[in-house]
């Protein structure tokens, strides 16, 4: 079952800062997630973040720690379908969540864990 991790949840994760992920959806990544992926979306904003100071690691860095340490890949869906996708979630302003929704709509409605209210109001296969 594919699952992908938003912005905050892709850092708490790679932090170890289990504590910050709601049960609901800790629960999701360990017995029900086989296949956790991060949209290139997430890389992005991760490298914004850490360029400003909100983080203290590079995107690659965090992109390491995940796929080695949670075994978490990113997704190669094609740009066009997510763009395409994206075209359609017009609830959002935000570029990032608008393209992380969209990357988790595109692959058939696949899981994203998420704490972020909106997403979890727009999109149906939220968890949090």
């Not at 965090?62 to 075994?71: D, F, N, Q, S, T």
């Not at 740009?79 to 609830?91: G, H, K, M, S, Y």
Request: proline share 4%; glycine share 2%; net charge negative.
């Amino acid at each position: 079952m594919i699952t992908y991790l938003d912005t905050s949840v892709s850092v708490w994760l790679a932090q170890k800062s289990l504590d910050r992920i709601s049960a609901v959806a800790l629960d999701h990544l360990i017995h029900t997630a086989t296949d956790c992926r991060l949209s290139p979306t997430v890389l992005l904003e991760l490298e914004f973040l850490y360029e400003i100071g909100r983080i203290l690691l590079p995107a690659a860095d965090i992109r390491r720690k995940l796929e080695v340490e949670a075994g978490v890949t990113v997704c190669d869906l094609g740009f066009p379908l997510i763009a395409e996708t994206a075209l359609r979630e017009n609830w959002t302003r935000d570029p990032f969540d608008r393209l992380i929704t969209a990357h988790a709509r595109a692959n058939s409605l696949a899981w994203l864990v998420t704490a972020d209210r909106r997403i979890r109001e727009a999109y149906p296969r939220a968890i949090w």
